[in-house]
T-cell receptor, first 113, second 112 residues
Framework: AQSVTQPDIHITVSEGASLELRCNYS??????LFWYVQSPGQGLQLLLK??????LVQGIKGFEAEFKRSQSSFNLRKPSVHWSDAAEYFC???????????FGQGTRLTINP | EAGVAQSPRYKIIEKRQSVAFWCNPI?????LYWYQQILGQGPKLLIQ????????DSQLPKDRFSAERLKGVDSTLKIQPAKLEDSAVYLC??????????FGPGTRLTVL
């Protein structure tokens, strides 16, 4: 079945430390891939997206993600997190032509001071 | 540019009551989506409109949920009657095409 999996439900990192959030997809063809962030009581904000081309994608707020076809992964990274990065992060996939966005279950990020 | 607007932001109702949510998409966006986000889960698409026509409502519980998009702009999502398991955040999103969706702040529904 087509799906997006985020293996980590909750991650805690110290402020200033590096971050990597995992995302794996299961589709017959390479989907378009997205990372969204959701702060408490807010809607989803797009961090970055991958359609094709360079597999390392730069986004807003200092985030980047790397697409690895061999591993069916699209992991999100940030070299140094800030307390304001505490939020819920969602990976999503869009099948070309279907216009249907499928989300992972999310990873909650907590930042220790 | 103004974002996607939703109201109300919060709603508490008793089970078996009715409730309606309103969404105003970004001006010019032809595609509008309603998602249901249950606590601890990712958003799940309920219905997608292209202008005022339905593109996908395969996951909409049609015995109790309905949605309309009059004149291809604003949209309303209704639940009648509500069940306890309908407690969730209802997100509206709009898109100018197919490749990026812009989300509103959501309506948090609590069914008691």
């Amino acid at each position: 079945a087509q799906s997006v999996t985020q293996p980590d439900i909750h991650i805690t990192v110290s402020e200033g430390a590096s971050l990597e959030l995992r995302c794996n997809y299961s589709y017959g063809a390479t989907p378009y891939l997205f990372w969204y962030v959701q702060s408490p009581g807010q809607g989803l904000q797009l961090l970055l997206k991958y359609f094709s081309g360079d597999t390392l994608v730069q986004g807003i707020k200092g985030f980047e993600a790397e697409f690895k076809r061999s591993q069916s992964s699209f992991n999100l990274r940030k070299p140094s997190v800030h307390w304001s990065d505490a939020a819920e992060y969602f990976c999503a996939a869009l099948i070309q032509g279907a216009q249907k966005l499928v989300f992972g279950q999310g990873t909650r990020l907590t930042i220790n001071p | 540019e103004a974002g996607v607007a939703q109201s109300p932001r919060y709603k508490i109702i008793e089970k078996r009551q009715s409730v309606a949510f309103w969404c105003n998409p970004i001006s010019g966006h032809a595609t509008l989506y309603w998602y249901q986000q249950i606590l601890g889960q990712g958003p799940k698409l309920l219905i997608q409109f292209q202008n005022n026509g339905v593109v996908d409502d395969s996951q909409l519980p049609k015995d109790r949920f309905s949605a309309e998009r009059l004149k291809g702009v604003d949209s309303t999502l209704k639940i009648q009657p509500a069940k306890l398991e309908d407690s969730a955040v209802y997100l509206c999103a709009s898109s100018p095409g197919w490749n990026e969706q812009f989300f509103g702040p959501g309506t948090r529904l609590t069914v008691l």
